[in-house]
């Protein structure tokens, strides 16, 4: 090993940080430098991949959890050959592929999208667990390693704690992560907010603790040959660092370790530009140049990782040819495709809760879908994930042969460990917990919506017939938040988020086949607690008739040229249903009533079916156990929706219905209230 070249590349790395910054006016230089003597070694000598075939399903992965150090990622992958050098050049510019956090690029390189601190590593855990899923069903040649990096910041964010726990509980000895522990801060030195021992506690949790000189490149190759080397539990290596590593003043002396190196250009703080870039070898004139060794010697370490690709790509194919049937298997996996589902054939009992329902679909699932994992927050005796559950069995440190991920009480952990299975590939991740609960998973959600992530969140208990338990356990703003990602668009210009709230158990059916063939988007199941008077088919197959729910909405009821169009969602129809049987039997009214389990998807479709569910020349009531914001769009102006304007109360489900207005015989009257103030053509 030659140090004057690791030096060299350490030190470019960190020349190309300070200039990317420095040209944005704008980013963190000081973390970057402190980690490139890691992220140097980690690449140059043990990262597994194909610089060919960067999709490659079997490649090392890296998790950088510190979005902030975006330039450190760039640098090293700069030198690697994926970025270009007016790549780097325009970091955190408009059109630019080089945004101030990472974005996934699974081309260049980038594994995830950071978001906020703390989820990046919690999604490098989740690609692990999908990693170990694989080698479990197919072959200890299945071996191939997660990484991640870390920061103080994301040791501090309390996600780091089900990251940990989980990881540590399962033995996954397929993670290694890196802790750059610098005792700084973007605000304050770390002792100003913490005085924990982090090894004590990761080595409570199960792993494997070694700490180091970070930038002793002896120090780091020993702790990753050791981390590879481990069986048995993931390995935190806490790298001491400096932040700033390399940063003189304008006299050249040393301006190292400072708070202020973290997140403003070094020209703005007490360390000197130019100075620097002399210091660590740049050119100040063309300060984003490779230097002239360091580009040589990276184009061998990139031929090496070729040539050691295809050895593994090798090993692959003779396991292939031995393994036609499982090979096939493996291939199906990741092609993201379905095997063929019957959803006609799950039979439901009448007047299921739809969370009962989901448990029969979820059974059913368990023997047909082989590559889905389901999880749930420690509730799947009552999210009814155990339909899956009893036909499986919990992943367990050492067997990975089950489906279900016993994650405990962490709904963001879990949500965003989703994440990272969906990023790893091949795996379907599915997640569950009560709706009110999306409260605490709503920043996984949101970079499953950005990362255009095909996870399944299932939500039950979804309003406040959960009753007894009270105003914080009833759901009533949580639908318009999620029904606010129906509305937003993600990056390809699709909606970014497809929300299902069925009203019966074939519209769970139906809800459940249209979230696994979403493979688009991340899809919520919006579930029942109390059991649900089914729709009325109004021909020979109810099933049939839900289908139309994968246009976002149909009609479950209609008449010709109605009087009044009633609109809902989920168990709600079937109160409009009651409703509408009084309306007609009492007031001789025609009555349609429309199901609309999506507005996002149902507003996506033609102007002429549109107006054939919800006709605006016609008078239109909505009905919602939540805010009316949820149906106002639907209804329009004229319309009147009856929903709620506060928070729940502790009383049982029916008298709930009751003081809150949402029997048939109550509804019918707000219908007829509202009739009143409208012309009636």
């Not at 003597?37 to 991949?49: A, G, P, Q, R, V």
């Not at 017939?465 to 990056?491: M, S």
């Not at 999506?598 to 102007?607: A, T």
Request: charged share 25%; net charge negative; hydrophobic share 40%.
């Amino acid at each position: 090993m030659n140090k004057q070249i690791d030096q060299q590349s350490a030190d470019n790395i960190r020349a190309l940080a300070v200039a990317m910054v420095e040209k944005a006016n704008s980013g963190h230089p000081g973390g970057p430098m402190g980690g490139a003597d890691f992220m140097h070694i980690l690449y140059s000598e043990f990262f597994n991949y194909d610089p060919t075939d960067m999709t490659w399903p079997f490649r090392d992965r890296f998790f950088m959890d510190a979005g902030h150090l975006s330039t450190l990622m760039y640098a090293q992958y700069y030198l690697l050959g994926n970025y270009k050098k007016e790549d780097v050049a325009n970091f955190r510019q408009w059109g630019s592929i080089t945004p101030g956090h990472p974005e996934v690029d699974f081309e260049r390189g980038i594994e995830n999208t950071s978001g906020p601190l703390g989820q990046g590593h919690t999604m490098g855990v989740g690609a692990a667990i999908a990693a170990k899923f694989l080698e479990a069903r197919f072959g200890d040649w299945v071996n191939h390693k997660i990484y991640g990096f870390i920061s103080d910041g994301g040791v501090q964010e309390e996600i780091s704690q089900g990251a940990g726990r989980i990881a540590g509980h399962l033995g996954l000895s397929n993670f290694i992560m890196f802790f750059d522990s610098n005792d700084i801060q973007l605000s304050t030195s770390t002792d100003e907010v913490t005085t924990e021992d982090t090894a004590m506690k990761y080595e409570a949790w199960g792993w494997k603790v070694v700490t180091i000189d970070g930038h002793d490149h002896e120090q780091i190759r020993k702790a990753l040959t050791d981390a590879n080397n481990e069986t048995e539990k993931p390995t935190l290596i806490i790298g001491k660092t400096i932040m700033g590593k390399g940063c003189v003043t304008a006299n050249g002396d040393m301006y190292e370790g400072h708070c202020e190196l973290h997140g403003k250009p070094i020209g703005d703080t007490g360390a000197d530009y130019e100075k620097t870039l002399l210091n660590l070898g740049a050119d100040v004139d063309n300060p984003f140049d490779i230097y002239t060794d360091v580009a040589d010697f990276y184009k061998n370490v990139i031929e090496t990782k070729k040539s050691n690709a295809a050895k593994k790509k090798a090993e692959i194919e003779s396991w292939r040819q031995e393994n036609e049937a499982l090979a096939n298997k493996l291939d199906y996996f990741f092609s993201g495709e379905l095997p063929k589902l019957d959803f006609e054939s799950i039979e439901h009992k009448g007047g299921l809760a739809t969370r009962a329902a989901s448990a029969n679909v979820l059974a059913y699932l368990a023997e047909n879908v082989e590559n889905m994992i389901v999880s749930s927050a420690d509730l799947s005796n009552s999210d009814k994930t155990d339909g899956f559950l009893k036909k499986t069995t919990a992943l367990k440190k050492g067997d990975f042969s089950g489906a279900f991920l016993q994650s405990g009480v962490a709904e963001l952990t879990m949500a965003s460990i989703a994440n990272g299975i969906a990023l790893h590939g091949g795996v379907i991740p599915v997640v569950a917990t009560f709706f009110v609960f999306s409260d605490y998973m709503k920043p996984a959600i949101r970079l499953s919506a950005i990362q255009e992530l095909p996870v399944k969140y299932v939500w039950t208990h979804d309003a406040f017939r959960v009753g007894e338990d009270g105003p914080t356990h009833q759901p009533i703003e949580q639908e318009a938040q999620i029904r606010l990602l129906e509305k937003l668009k993600n990056h390809s210009g699709n909606q970014s988020f497809l929300a299902l709230r069925p009203a019966d158990s074939a519209e769970t059916s139906i809800a459940w086949k249209m979230a696994l063939e979403n493979d688009k988007t991340p899809t919520g199941l919006i579930l029942s607690r109390q059991g649900i008077k089914d729709v009325p088919a109004q021909g020979t197959s109810r099933y049939q008739e839900a289908l139309g729910s994968q246009k976002g909405g149909y009609l479950v009821r209609a008449v010709e040229n109605p009087d009044v169009v009633l609109v809902a969602n989920g168990s709600e129809v079937s109160t409009l249903v009651a409703a509408a049987d009084i309306l007609e039997a009492e007031k001789g009214l025609k009555v349609s009533i429309a199901s609309v389990i999506s507005e996002g998807l149902f507003k996506q479709q033609p102007k002429e079916y549109q107006e054939s569910v919800i006709p605006t020349d016609k008078p239109l009531f909505g009905l919602t156990a939540g805010l009316p914001v949820n149906l106002e769009a639907l209804v329009g102006e004229r319309g009147k929706v009856f929903g709620l304007d506060h928070f729940g109360y502790s009383a049982p489900a029916g008298v709930l219905d009751e003081k809150f207005g949402f029997t048939g015989e109550q509804v019918s009257k707000n219908v007829m209230a509202y009739l009143d103030t409208v012309l009636i053509k």
